[in-house]
């Protein structure tokens, strides 16, 4: 007798423990009470971005109608807050692109950019060659002097088309050199893409090389 009384007992607190909880979980669905909240035991568990999007999600953005695919944007700088694309060339079996970022929403003028060289290797992927933290060298000490002197073309090309005319180009030039009273720097195949352009500009500038800025010693 004893037995069967135990017996009843556990099953009637098994009942009533599983009554509990199921009232528990399907009350705050059917509306209890004025104020009803949404039960946290059903609520969606949070999911959060890969470390791949996270990072993109920082990432300056493209001006408008400059496209950059996407295996050179993962490489780009968390700096700035847009870029521009002046120019891509290809250079021993890999693409190298030549960009232009800028710190603000305000600036257009390409000569007010920082450079960034990204190097997409179709087996490899792709590696930043020159950011915003880079010590100034000409192109042709990261790619070679072919590659230079075509994406050096392409940038003032591109920076004259931007600004409008080659003469507002060529004003805008001009006035960056002469602010700097002989510390502006030109590599010898920005001074050649000028040339070829036929835009004039001040002589006070400094040439740019590989030995203008000493390197770090390891």
Request: aromatic fraction near 8%; charge should be negative; proline fraction near 8%.
């Amino acid at each position: 007798m004893t037995r069967r009384c135990f017996s009843n007992r556990t099953v009637v607190t098994l009942c009533l423990s599983f009554t509990v909880g199921l009232l528990l979980v399907t009350l705050p669905l059917l509306g209890w009470g004025q104020n009803p909240q949404p039960s946290t035991l059903l609520a969606p568990v949070p999911t959060h971005p890969s470390p791949t999007v996270a990072a993109q999600s920082y990432l300056p953005s493209p001006l408008p109608d400059i496209e950059l695919p996407d295996t050179a944007r993962i490489c780009l700088e968390a700096f700035g807050e847009r870029f521009d694309v002046f120019g891509t060339v290809q250079d021993q079996g890999k693409t190298a692109y030549l960009l232009g970022l800028y710190s603000d929403f305000v600036t257009t003028n390409p000569l007010g950019a920082s450079d960034e060289v990204i190097v997409v290797d179709p087996q490899r992927g792709c590696d930043r060659l020159v950011d915003s933290t880079s010590t100034r060298r000409p192109l042709n000490s990261y790619i070679s002097t072919k590659a230079a002197e075509s994406l050096e073309l392409k940038r003032y090309k591109h920076a004259i088309a931007q600004l409008g005319s080659l003469e507002a180009f060529q004003q805008s030039l001009t006035d960056h050199i002469n602010a700097e009273h002989g510390l502006y720097l030109l590599s010898a195949q920005q001074v050649n893409a000028l040339k070829q352009l036929q835009i004039s500009f001040p002589d006070t500038y400094r040439t740019l090389t590989d030995d203008t800025f000493p390197k770090a010693k390891p």
